[in-house]
């Protein structure tokens, strides 16, 4: 059994679509979406279309409800998100369910902690950041994250949210994985404290999981895509820290000033 895992794509089409074409060629039984669908400046109405004709189970972030509750307009990507989903696109999203079951049970998929879609369950923000020096957030200990599951538990824990591509096994044997983001591969956030994160290169990433004879099993990987026209869009449209971090995996020098 193979599931391949894709979250937080933040309406990046043409990413979405390089991954889609590797998850084609490594034959998976079963695909994902994690949630984070179409908040951004790119392709968000057509991001939605896209994924609805494919019957993907999937997942509402955080992203989702606050898309579908701001006022259209430009400004935000949650905004400018608003003012170009239609009817039916709006419909779609809104129902979405927070989190769901797969393989009989055998994996749990939620955005960010079970219950809480803002909240990350493999990294934690800490109060020192820094430019060049501390990102202002690190990997969670393993009592963090049983604190944050709360007795949740399965053979696989999937989740989103952070952006960090990361694959964990835990103490008592669960696997945890988060596949990192589709298309945005940095990004700078002030909540709980200004932290800042990069994959440090432009490739839209995604997980492959595998069952064998002695368990699960994660690969994280990563596909090229042309990141430079998505960085154009971004910038045409006036998001010039999107623009720098779809080309970089970076964010952008002095992007909390």
């Given at each position: 059994?193979r599931?391949a895992?894709?979250?937080d ?9 390089a ?5 084609e ?7 994902l ?7 951004g400046?790119?392709?968000?109405r ?5 994924l ?7 997942i509402a972030?955080?992203h ?17 998100t608003?003012a170009e989903?239609g009817?039916a696109e ?10 769901l079951?797969?393989c009989?049970?055998?994996?749990q ?6 219950g809480?879609?803002?909240?990350g369950l ?5 109060p ?7 990102p ?9 994250v049983?604190?944050?599951l ?5 053979a696989?824990?999937?989740?989103g949210h952070?952006?960090t591509p990361?694959a964990r096994r835990?103490a008592?044997g669960t696997l945890v994985v988060n596949p990192?983001?589709?298309g945005r ?8 404290h ?17 069952h ?7 690969e ?17 449209l ?8 779809l ?8 992007c909390?000033?």
């Amino acid at each position: 059994m193979r599931v391949a895992l894709v979250s937080d794509i933040h309406g990046n089409l043409p990413a979405l679509q390089a991954v889609a074409a590797a998850i084609e060629a490594a034959r998976a039984d079963l695909v994902l979406n994690l949630g984070d669908i179409a908040s951004g400046p790119l392709w968000p109405r057509e991001t939605v279309a896209w994924l609805a004709g494919r019957g993907w189970p999937t997942i509402a972030g955080n992203h989702e409800r606050q898309a579908l509750a701001a006022a259209p307009g430009a400004g935000s990507d949650d905004a400018f998100t608003a003012a170009e989903l239609g009817p039916a696109e709006r419909g779609w999203l809104a129902a979405l369910p927070a989190a769901l079951q797969a393989c009989e049970g055998a994996l749990q998929a939620f955005h960010g902690v079970p219950g809480d879609d803002l909240r990350g369950l493999l990294e934690t923000v800490t109060p020192g950041y820094a430019p060049g020096a501390d990102p202002g957030v690190r990997p969670a200990t393993e009592g963090e994250v049983d604190r944050r599951l709360a007795g949740t538990r399965a053979a696989v824990l999937v989740c989103g949210h952070t952006h960090t591509p990361r694959a964990r096994r835990l103490a008592d044997g669960t696997l945890v994985v988060n596949p990192g983001s589709v298309g945005r591969p940095a990004y700078a956030h002030d909540r709980p404290h200004r932290h800042v994160v990069e994959s440090g290169s432009p490739h839209a990433r995604w997980a492959l999981l595998e069952h064998r004879a002695d368990g699960w099993h994660a690969e994280l990987r990563q596909a090229a895509y042309d990141w430079d026209g998505a960085a154009r869009r971004a910038a045409a449209l006036g998001f010039a820290d999107w623009a720098h971090e779809l080309a970089t995996g970076r964010t952008r020098p002095g992007c909390f000033s």
